[in-house]
C-alpha cells in the first residue's frame, strides 16, 4: 500500500538550514507529483512546494513565502522526496507533511525555528 515517511526535522536557529525527507513505498514517486505542506498551531495547512511527475518534464513550484529559500527534488533511484530549506525564519515554524497529489499523507515532521 502506499506509505510516505517523513524525517529530517528539527529544532534550528534562524538563519539555519535542514533537510526532509520523504521515504515513499509501494509506487513510484517519479510518477505522481508530490508535495510538500506544512500547518503551524492555529492555522490551515498550506502548501509549501511540489514537484511535478516525469512525464510532465521537471517543474517545480513554490509559496511565495519560501520561493529562493526552500527546494524540493527527488531521487528517482531512492524513490524519495526531498525539501531543502536554507534561511529558515521563525515562521517557518510547522508540522511539515509530505503527500502524493495531496490524497496520501505522511504522518508529519516537526520543524522548530527559534533563537
Known amino acids: 500500500q502506499v506509505q510516505l515517511v517523513e524525517s529530517g526535522g528539527g529544532s534550528v536557529q534562524p538563519g539555519g538550514s535542514l533537510r526532509l525527507s520523504c521515504a515513499a513505498s509501494?509506487?513510484?514517486?517519479?510518477?505522481?507529483?508530490m508535495c510538500w505542506y506544512r500547518q503551524a498551531p492555529g492555522k490551515e495547512r498550506e502548501l509549501v512546494a511540489r514537484i511535478t511527475s516525469d512525464g510532465a518534464g521537471v517543474g517545480t513550484n513554490y509559496a511565495d513565502s519560501v520561493k529562493d529559500r526552500f527546494t524540493i527534488s527527488r531521487d528517482n533511484g531512492k524513490n524519495t522526496v526531498y525539501l531543502q530549506m536554507n534561511s529558515l525564519k521563525p515562521e517557518d515554524t510547522a508540522v511539515y507533511y509530505c503527500?502524493?497529489?495531496?490524497?496520501?499523507w505522511g504522518q508529519g515532521t516537526q520543524v522548530t525555528v527559534s533563537s
Open positions: 509501494g509506487f513510484f514517486v517519479r510518477s505522481y507529483v
Open positions: 503527500s502524493r497529489g495531496g490524497i496520501y
